[in-house]
């Protein structure tokens, strides 16, 4: 069976089933469409299909008369940040995320280096339909050329963001354990650390693109580099997924500082130094808005997906924004899910805070997240969810991605995924008894709406 999934998040699929030449040819054909004329980034994750997929890609471009500006292994928000710095006609991330070695993806951006917003994905969708048709003669191909400095540049312009003293950070000489599942990340993560004077401790960090573990940052696959970093006395663990626009943080205790505290410390230190809006999706923890609240800021919230949330930060002029699975979105340098970013604010406040990473833990709104995937076989999601908003309609209630529901003490969010043949819950309670006795009543309630 096919694992093709064409969202907002991408064009994303297993190689060999789904995700295939063809259907490489035919989507990035669509974008050379939409794009018209003029270059495209393209850069790629460390995964081992990258290759084979990213001269599919430029082939397919050239075919079409696009140029291409060739930026090699990188973060996703390297690629994001050299189309807006070369002023680019549009870009393409090779990369799925945090989906195990065998998948890949295609991350469409547009000229402003964001991802495509949902309009345009739909006209993308109706060019894909009768779009190999019209490639160029021999003599009205594209050019391709490589730019090796993205990394470079990406860097420093991340050293200069306004708020963040490189100097004051380097006389904290924080010991810092980075994990970079072997992704991208270790071809930047660790030389950046070390531009801010840490000791940095490297774990799979090795350039093979093979992930030694299931490559989602999340506290269940983090066992072994949560230990090492208490072993090891670091004061933070640094953990990035393969294309690196996730951050998730460890205590010095070697204990999930929490995904969803990543943006939540992110807004905290932003709003600290300037007043403005904040973005986040639905799904993110409730910590956010009551930080901006205490700075008298205003939080809107957005459909799950960085383009979504973009969009959203843009109609509001947000000054910060992102998504509780560890993406920070500092438009100060670009519109996108950073880590890079999301570092550098850590360790600027961090440095500020003048203690330790649990208690900056502990200094934030407590509160229990729990998340669960449920597999429906071949029950349609949206019924699912339908007969939910149906049974809840009386609540506060959001139907703008999937369903989300306010209570006093909690808020559950019901959503098919973006990236997954499944329906995810979300749910945020006040302690961790409340939240995983909940979690069970609410999958209590979809079994019986299947039956």
Known sequence: MSTLMVSVSGIRGIIGSGLDPNVLVKYTSAFADFIGKGSVVVGRDARITGEMVQEIVTGTLLAKGINVIEIGIVPTPTVQYTVKKLKAQGGIAISASHNPNEWNALKLLNSTGQFLTPEENETLKKLSDNTCENYKAWDKLGKRKKYDDALKKHVED??????????????????????????????????????????????????????????????????????????????????????????????????????????????????????????????????????????????????????????????????????????????????????????????????????????????????????????????????????????????????????????????????????????????EGKSQKETEVLMEKYLDDIQKLLK
């Open 158 to 427: 991340v050293l200069k963001l306004k708020y963040i003293d490189t100097a004051k950070i380097k006389r904290r000489k924080f010991m810092v354990l980075v994990d970079c599942v072997n992704g991208a990340g270790v071809y930047v993560i660790p030389d950046l650390l070390k531009k801010f004077g840490c000791k940095v401790i490297e774990m799979n960090c090795q350039k093979n693109g093979i992930f030694p573990r299931l490559p989602e940052p999340i506290p269940e696959n983090l066992t072994l580099t949560m230990n090492a970093v208490k072993k090891v006395k670091a004061d933070i663990g640094i953990v990035v997924d393969p294309d690196v626009d996730r951050l998730v943080l460890i205590t010095e205790k070697g204990e999930p500082f929490g995904e969803e505290n990543t943006i939540a410390q992110a807004v905290k230190f932003i709003l600290s130094k300037k007043k403005g809006n904040v973005v986040v999706n639905l799904s993110t923890t409730r910590a956010v808005d009551d930080i901006a609240r205490d700075a008298g800021a205003v939080v809107y919230r957005s459909p799950v997906g960085e383009a979504n949330v973009v969009k959203k930060m843009k109609e509001v002029k947000a000054i910060i924004g992102g998504e509780g699975s560890g993406g920070v979105i500092y438009p100060a340098l670009h519109f996108g899910r950073d880590a890079l970013v999301g570092i550098a604010i850590t360790l600027q406040h961090l440095t500020e805070f003048k203690r330790k990473m649990s208690e900056l833990k502990d200094s934030l709104p407590q509160y229990y997240i729990t998340k669960k995937k449920i597999e429906l076989g071949n029950t349609n999601p949206d019924e699912v969810i339908e007969k939910l908003v149906q049974k809840y309609g009386d609540e506060k209630c959001n139907t703008d991605d999937g369903l989300r529901i306010d209570f006093l003490n909690h808020w559950v969010h019901f959503r098919k995924s973006n990236t997954e043949p499944i329906i995810r819950i979300i749910l």
